[in-house]
């Protein structure tokens, strides 16, 4: 009887290690400290093109949706059209935060040509 407890209570323990890191290592659990940090974050599936990607700066949260085409002789993503739902966090934003992200999506993509959906498209095209 007394074995049986000490196998429980060990795979309890292995269990709750396996929890534990699988929550640090959770990437949702790090965009969302980004935002609330106000910290530069990038979370994508590069592998996956369809699946959109996220972005945290300053603490607000961008989305990419990504689409495929063809580039030359592959299959690639052409185009990244990006938004986000917190306008009112954009206030002190300037081009130059814009193009930093640009250049970070660019990165990972750089055949994509990327949009911004409005009100950041307006800025983008009014100052350029």
Not at 8 to 34: E, S, T
Not at 47 to 55: C, G, P, S, V, Y
Not at 58 to 68: A, D, H, I, Q, T
Not at 102 to 108: D, Q, S, V
Request: net charge neutral; charged share 25%; proline share 2%.
């Amino acid at each position: 009887m007394a074995f049986l407890i000490r196998i429980i209570v060990f795979a309890l323990i292995c269990y709750i290690i396996y929890r534990l890191v699988q929550y640090v290592m959770d990437p949702n659990r790090k965009l969302d400290a980004a935002v609330k940090a106000k910290q530069f974050y990038f979370h994508d599936d590069i592998q996956n093109a369809r699946k959109n990607f996220f972005i945290a700066y300053k603490g607000v949260l961008f989305e990419g949706e990504k689409y495929m085409g063809t580039e030359g002789d592959s299959l690639q993503v052409v185009s990244i059209f990006i938004m986000t739902h917190e306008l009112k966090m954009l206030l002190d934003f300037t081009k130059e935060d814009f193009y930093f992200l640009e250049n970070a999506i660019a990165t990972n993509y750089p055949a994509a040509k990327i949009n911004w959906k409005n009100p950041i498209e307006q800025l983008m095209k009014k100052e350029g």
